[in-house]
């Protein structure tokens, strides 16, 4: 269930629940994201889950390209971070992942990013209290005892198949506005383009940015540009 928090600011929320494991998933901004990752450490990735999930998705009916898979993230997380490489990635939502056991409430930095063209999850356990004496770069297998690589699996394929799920709704609540998003690495592009969401992978330097130049010339010339003036206005807006 997705929700909104208000605190000093509105937060979005989302609380799931499956085989008896409580989830609640927290939007994070980038400083509290750096905050959060200078006191965790980071768990290995499973690359031949990724695997396994990407050749699923390919079977699937209901497969969502990049461009559906990043309005359903941002529909549920808000505005994506701008903290990624330009070159390999075009999305990041930093989310704090509280997992409920019957063992114990355990905290984990979730990080959603894609890289060429593949969304991935990157998992850190978060230190509560204390650091020193951690080596906060080495990756480490996972804990079994709190949340198994079993258990991650699940929930990352779970997940991923919840915001599949969103994405009706998300394209029911988010009127269909003109973007264009790059990944230069590949030379893929996605976005929309009257009302439709597409995804397309060019094969030579010259038509991927044939096809840039001429979506601008044919849409609004500002979309995928940042637009400062509501920071602004949030900077110097008065305090309720």
Request: charged share 30%; with cysteine; hydrophobic share 35%.
């Amino acid at each position: 269930m997705k929700q909104e928090i208000r605190q000093s600011k509105i937060r979005n929320q989302i609380e799931l629940e499956s085989r008896g494991i409580k989830y609640q998933l927290w939007i994070l901004d980038d400083t509290e994201e750096q905050k959060l990752r200078n006191n965790s450490l980071p768990i290995d990735d499973d690359y031949m889950f990724y695997i396994q999930l990407d050749w699923s998705d390919r079977e699937s009916k209901d497969k969502l390209n990049l461009a559906e898979v990043f309005i359903t993230l941002e529909w549920l997380f808000g505005k994506t971070s701008d903290f990624y490489d330009e070159a390999k990635s075009s999305l990041r939502f930093p989310v704090l992942l509280i997992i409920e056991k019957t063992n114990g409430t355990f905290y984990y930095l979730m990080v959603i990013s894609d890289h060429r063209g593949t969304v991935y999850y990157r998992m850190y356990r978060i230190i509560e209290h204390n650091i020193e004496g951690y080596d906060t770069q080495r990756t480490r297998e996972p804990f079994e005892l709190e949340f198994s690589r079993q258990e991650i699996n699940y929930f990352l394929s779970y997940f991923h198949g919840y915001i599949s799920g969103c994405f009706k709704v998300a394209n029911l609540m988010t009127p269909a506005q003109s973007f264009l998003k790059r990944i230069n690495s590949n030379l893929i592009l996605y976005g929309c383009r009257d009302g439709v969401y597409f995804e397309e992978q060019h094969e030579i330097p010259e038509t991927f940015h044939a096809s840039i130049k001429l979506f601008y010339e044919n849409y609004d010339n500002t979309v995928d540009l940042p637009d400062v003036s509501e920071l602004i206005k949030e900077i110097t807006a008065d305090e309720e």
